[in-house]
């Protein structure tokens, strides 16, 4: 849409049936003196609606209110990358919280920050009980040891020499809920 498309039109006719109301609602507070931005759909000459954002200040001419003025940026690529995340995210969790082995992330402290449902069925742990325990309620000694070393080695090969494509398996016993223990084979 150029700016000759908007001259002399009522604004809000272009705007997409949905955000006229809460777009309104800020017009309303930036003439008051608010500074606001907000994301809408504006109709598109050639194809529908397209996501913009816009900043707005109240036009102002000796001391009277004239109307509004501000910045119009297109965003609609912005908004089709987050709604491609999205999908991507929920395929990902659906994945994630229906196959049997169990998927993990872990931060630089060896804290977990994800575990998936299935460590229930191998531990006997809910995936909050786990995010909350300590390695070493999780490892027994032998091989939180094992898995530290290899860790620490990780860490300084990736210093040197980072590839997000390298990975290594290990063998590591852990507690169980019910005071035994299971051998996992630990893909990271």
């Known amino acids: 849409m150029q700016p000759e498309d908007l001259l002399g039109r009522e604004f809000m006719t272009v705007i997409h ?47 009277v209110f004239k109307g509004l003025r501000g910045v119009m940026v297109d965003i609609s690529d912005l ?12 395929r990902y969790r659906l994945l994630a919280e229906n196959v049997t082995d169990v998927i993990w992330t872990m ?23 786990v995010l909350n325990q300590q390695l070493e309620k999780i490892l027994t ?12 080695e990780a860490q300084a090969l990736e210093k040197r020499s980072p590839d997000p494509e390298r ?15 299971v051998w996992t084979e630990v893909r990271a």
């Open 17 to 63: 049936p949905e955000d006229r109301r809460r777009l309104q609602k800020v017009h309303e507070r930036v003439i008051s003196g608010d500074l606001h931005s907000i994301e809408y759909r504006i109709r598109h000459k050639r194809h529908g609606y397209c996501w913009v954002r816009s900043f707005s200040r109240p036009l102002i001419n000796d001391s």
């Open 79 to 90: 908004k089709s990358a987050e709604a491609a995340f999205r999908e991507s995210e929920k």
């Open 107 to 129: 931060d630089l402290n060896l804290r977990g920050t994800y575990i998936s449902p299935s460590i229930k069925f191998l531990r006997g742990f809910t995936p909050e009980e």
């Open 141 to 152: 000694p032998a091989s939180l040891a094992l898995a530290q070393e290899i860790f620490a």
């Open 167 to 181: 990975s290594w398996t290990l063998e590591l016993e852990q507690f169980c809920k019910d005071g035994s223990t």
